[in-house]
């Protein structure tokens, strides 16, 4: 049980796990802060949180729990924000989807406090954003991705374990060059993707009565590139070295299908639909929720 939570960033990911936490019964108060007071306000009213803060640094003070659910670009300013109220028994922890920027900020900011981090990473999420859209059940069967390193407290990573089992989590840790790598290539890459198809068809003259005329599988598809410009914005640039590499590796695959569309052949064009055809049969996604 933990006595307050101090939450930076009160959208989504903030807000569902201020929620969860409460419903858990691990948290007896939570003070919140958003650079938006209006945000801030929403989510009082919306019982999320219980106290309004006016800065980052008053929403921890006093708080043993804190969570960093802020777009990754701002991190570091909000860890130099908090860090003269970080104690050796604060568990503070992000959810932001890259990693060893983050890590980086938090050892830049936090210094004699960075053991007190423990990073982290939900694979959760929705296409839309906002205090509005908080899900109470956002994270009941995810997975969460720790990555601490060397430097990290092991009574932090252990409490921060504990919390993320208590809502429901499956718990695995690696290295934040390994999550990056990782994730480059299976959730960074597709936005990528995705943004960049909507963008092209929309730049066809006759783009917009195309999309009239599609169906099941291209709104399944293209689903994602309606997610937050700012959030993606910020972890298209922080992973950009690991991005570009599986950007290379899409291009080439996809220009050797090209090729055998341009020569006609059909035979091994089928093999190679056929192969991964098999590969995403028998695939198995953690949960059958949303993730994202």
């Known amino acids: 049980m933990f006595e307050q939570l101090g939450l930076i960033g009160c959208g989504l990911?903030?807000?569902?796990?201020a929620l969860a936490l409460k419903?858990?019964?691990?948290?007896?108060?939570?003070?919140?802060?958003?650079?938006?007071?209006?945000?801030?306000e929403r989510a009082r009213q919306m019982g999320v949180i219980d106290v309004e803060a006016p800065s980052a640094l008053l929403a921890v003070s006093?708080?043993?729990?804190?969570?960093?659910?802020?777009?990754?670009?701002?991190?570091?300013?909000?860890?130099?924000?908090?860090?003269?109220?970080?104690?050796p028994n604060t568990l503070v922890m992000d959810v932001g989807s890259t990693k060893r920027d983050v890590v980086e900020a938090a050892r830049n900011a936090l210094r004699e406090h960075f053991g007190s981090f423990v990073p982290c990473h939900p694979i959760a999420g929705k296409e839309v954003s906002g205090v509005e859209h908080a899900d109470v059940d956002l994270y009941a069967g995810k997975q969460v991705i720790?990555?601490?390193?060397?430097g990290t407290f092991a009574s932090q990573l252990q409490k921060a374990t504990a919390v993320w089992t208590a809502l429901g989590c499956h718990?695995?840790?690696?290295?934040?060059?390994?999550h990056d790598a990782a994730y480059a290539a299976v959730s960074h890459l597709p936005h990528l993707i995705a943004f960049a198809l909507i963008n092209g068809i929309q730049s066809q003259p006759d783009g917009k009565n195309y999309m009239t005329l599609a169906g099941t599988g291209f709104?399944?598809?293209t689903r994602i590139a309606a997610s937050d410009p700012q959030m993606w914005r910020d972890i298209l640039i922080a992973n950009r070295?690991?991005?570009?590499?599986?950007?290379?590796?899409?291009?080439?695959?996809?220009?050797?299908?090209?090729?055998?569309?341009?020569t006609g052949n059909s035979d091994a064009l089928e093999s190679l639909i056929g192969q991964?055809?098999?590969?995403?049969?028998?695939?198995?996604?953690f949960s059958q929720k949303s993730n994202k």
């Open 146 to 150: 720790l990555t601490p390193v060397e």
């Open 219 to 221: 709104r399944d598809f």
């Open 276 to 285: 991964a055809s098999e590969t995403r049969a028998n695939w198995r996604v």
């Open 171 to 178: 718990v695995v840790q690696m290295s934040p060059q390994a």
């Open 13 to 17: 990911m903030g807000s569902s796990f």
């Open 62 to 87: 006093g708080a043993d729990i804190v969570l960093l659910a802020i777009p990754v670009a701002a991190t570091e300013a909000a860890f130099k924000a908090i860090r003269h109220l970080v104690g």
């Open 241 to 262: 070295e690991e991005l570009l590499v599986q950007s290379a590796i899409f291009q080439q695959a996809l220009q050797f299908l090209e090729q055998l569309i341009s």
């Open 23 to 40: 419903r858990a019964g691990l948290v007896k108060r939570v003070v919140g802060y958003s650079k938006s007071p209006s945000t801030t």
